[in-house]
């Protein structure tokens, strides 16, 4: 018995490695994508995807070191995914108050075309990721973060369509904030959760 344990645990080790080394692949290419778009389009909404990007690509990569431990050392690196995610929400935070000071209204076909290959990108991590969500709490944070790329990328599209139809920054800079609320409720909710499984493995 406890050797088909052992045999169903490796399988399920092997199978996250697997889905986790595919999603980290295609976050680090996006990461460099979106970073040289976002910069040409002077877009928030689109720096926030670059920014979530190169989260994601640490999380994927700290997730990957996490898939055979146990399950303390798992709910330190979800608390560490936690805080980078808070990271992320203070840094976009940051780059909304430079372009309060400096307006300029972004590039809005550069957001549009960049946004829907991420969008792709991201649906396909989603896929990817969908049967691990409910396995562990390391799991469990990957499908948090992906799922808010999906979201993002779908923000950041209503966005470009408002600079289209306004013709101001205003719309890039909603989104932004927007997506600044949910990467800190994202934040919050797997600090919380990670903070109450180390508290349960004391």
Request: some cysteine; overall charge neutral; charged content about 15%.
């Amino acid at each position: 018995m406890a050797d088909c344990c052992e045999i169903e645990s490796d399988d399920l080790n092997r199978g996250q490695r697997k889905t986790l080394v595919q999603v980290l692949l295609i976050n680090v290419v996006m990461f460099l994508a979106v970073l040289i778009a976002a910069f040409f389009a002077n877009s928030s909404a689109l720096f926030s995807g670059t920014i979530d990007n190169l989260g994601d690509a640490i999380t994927y990569g700290l997730s990957l070191y996490a898939v055979s431990r146990g399950a303390l050392y798992k709910a330190k690196v979800a608390l560490v995914k936690g805080l980078l995610i808070l990271f992320a929400a203070i840094l976009v935070s940051g780059h909304v108050v430079y372009k309060l000071l400096n307006p300029e209204v972004p590039i809005f076909e550069v957001m549009g075309i960049m946004t829907v290959f991420s969008l792709l990108a991201n649906a396909i991590c989603l896929a990817l990721l969908w049967k691990h969500r409910k396995e562990d709490i390391n799991m469990a944070s990957v499908w948090e973060c992906s799922r808010n790329d999906v979201i993002e990328n779908l923000a950041v599209l209503f966005a470009a369509l408002g600079i289209w139809i306004s013709k101001s920054q205003w719309p890039d800079l909603i989104i932004a904030v927007i997506l600044i609320v949910i990467l800190f409720r994202s934040a919050s909710k797997i600090i919380w959760n990670s903070y109450s499984e180390l508290k349960m493995a004391e």
